[in-house]
Nanobody, 119 residues
Framework: QVQLLQSGGGLVQAGGSLRLSCAAS????????MGWFRQAPGKEREFVAA????????IYADSVKGRFTISKVGVMSMVYLQMEYLKPEDTAIYYC????????????WGQGTQVTVSA
C-alpha cells in the first residue's frame, strides 16, 4: 500500500507563514500527482493545491492563490506547501493526497495536520 506521512503545521499569527511536507512510500508505484486539501470543523473538505509529476503543472484554489505555493521533489514522491500571509480562515486540518498508477483519483491520503491561525 501507499502511505503518506505529513509533517509541519502548528500555530501561527495572522500574516505569518508555515510550511507543510508530505512524503509517499510503499510498494512499487508511480506518482502522477499530489495535492493538498483542508477541512475546518463543520465544513466540507476542500481542495487547496496540486502539482502533476510529469510536467510540474500547478493548480490552486482561488482562496489561496498568491499566498500558497506547492512544490515537489519528484524522485522522492514528496510535496511541500509553503503558506504565506496566513489568515484565520485558513485554520483547518490539512491533508496530503496522491494520485498514482494512472488512476486519476486521490486514493491515498495522509494522516492530516492541524494549522491554526490566530487573529
Amino acid at each position: 500500500q501507499v502511505q503518506l506521512l505529513q509533517s509541519g503545521g502548528g500555530l501561527v499569527q495572522a500574516g505569518g507563514s508555515l510550511r507543510l511536507s508530505c512524503a509517499a512510500s510503499g510498494r512499487t508505484f508511480r506518482t502522477n500527482a499530489m495535492g493538498w486539501f483542508r477541512q475546518a470543523p463543520g465544513k466540507e473538505r476542500e481542495f487547496v493545491a496540486a502539482v502533476t509529476w510529469s510536467d510540474g503543472n500547478t493548480i490552486y484554489a482561488d482562496s489561496v492563490k498568491g499566498r500558497f505555493t506547492i512544490s515537489k521533489v519528484g524522485v522522492m514522491s514528496m510535496v511541500y506547501l509553503q503558506m504565506e500571509y496566513l489568515k484565520p480562515e485558513d485554520t483547518a486540518i490539512y491533508y496530503c493526497a496522491a494520485q498514482v498508477d494512472g488512476s486519476g483519483e486521490y486514493d491515498h491520503w495522509g494522516q492530516g495536520t492541524q494549522v491554526t491561525v490566530s487573529a
